[in-house]
């Protein structure tokens, strides 16, 4: 049972360009939620979150919106770069319940 | 500042072998801890956390077990490995409790059983 799905495996953007990857969960519950990026052999880190009292955060060129009755949030990078590319993970928790993960979107920004 | 090391980076281990992975966190006191895997197509799987010492949880039954001897010290064991086993081990550590918790990863363990 997949609480949080990240439906595209892979996105190809070029550079300049706006990049949006999606996320879509399942448990109502969920309170907050986050964006990680990750590289080859390395360990997540953090991007962005959002609380679900919010409908939109942004730090730079990243902008994270949330859409509570659509239980979907998305992630637009604006301009897109090349060091973007990485695969990006959304995660959802409620409480004090551990962070749930997405099976990630790989991001290919082409120069 | 908080940092988090965990060791080795990249570990061959055969079928049946035992597995021990260590992570330890400085520059904090009491965090949550957790153990996540990466296999390939199935994301991060999250497969122990703990909240204190000698405080485990297990999210996934399979044929690993994690013990907390220390505050800020988390080991993953095995004492037969399987290839279903192989994959991208991360260490994370957190601090809080009452929600809006961050994860902090360490730079992970690529595990190959063969």
């Known amino acids: 049972d997949q609480q949080v799905k990240q439906n595209s495996p892979s996105l190809s953007v070029q550079e300049g360009r706006i990049s949006i990857l999606n996320c879509d969960y399942t448990n109502s519950m969920f309170d907050y939620f986050l964006w990680y990026k990750k590289y080859p052999a390395e360990g997540p880190t953090f991007l962005i979150s959002i609380s679900s009292i919010k409908d939109k955060n942004e730090d730079g060129r990243f902008t994270v919106f949330l859409n509570k009755s659509a239980k979907h949030l998305s992630l637009h990078i604006v301009p897109s770069q090349p060091g973007d590319s990485a695969v990006y993970f959304c995660a959802a928790s409620w409480g004090n319940t551990p962070l749930v993960f997405g099976k990630g979107t790989r991001l290919s920004v082409i120069a | 500042s908080q940092t988090i090391h965990q060791w080795p980076a990249t570990l061959v281990q055969p079928v049946g072998s035992p597995l021990s992975l260590e992570c330890t966190v400085e520059?904090?006191?009491?965090?949550?801890l957790y153990w996540y895997r990466q296999a390939a197509g199935r994301g991060l799987q999250l497969l122990f956390y703990s909240v204190g010492i000698g405080q485990i949880s297990s999210e996934v039954p399979q044929n690993l077990s994690a013990s907390r001897p220390q505050d800020r010290q988390f080991i993953l064991s095995s004492k037969k490995l399987l290839l279903s086993d192989s994959g991208f081990y991360l260490c994370?550590?957190?601090?809080?409790?009452?929600?809006?918790?961050?994860?902090?990863f360490g730079s992970g363990t690529q595990l190959s059983v063969l």
């Open positions: 520059g904090t006191s009491n965090p949550n």
């Open positions: 994370a550590w957190s601090v809080g409790g009452g929600g809006s918790e961050k994860l902090f």
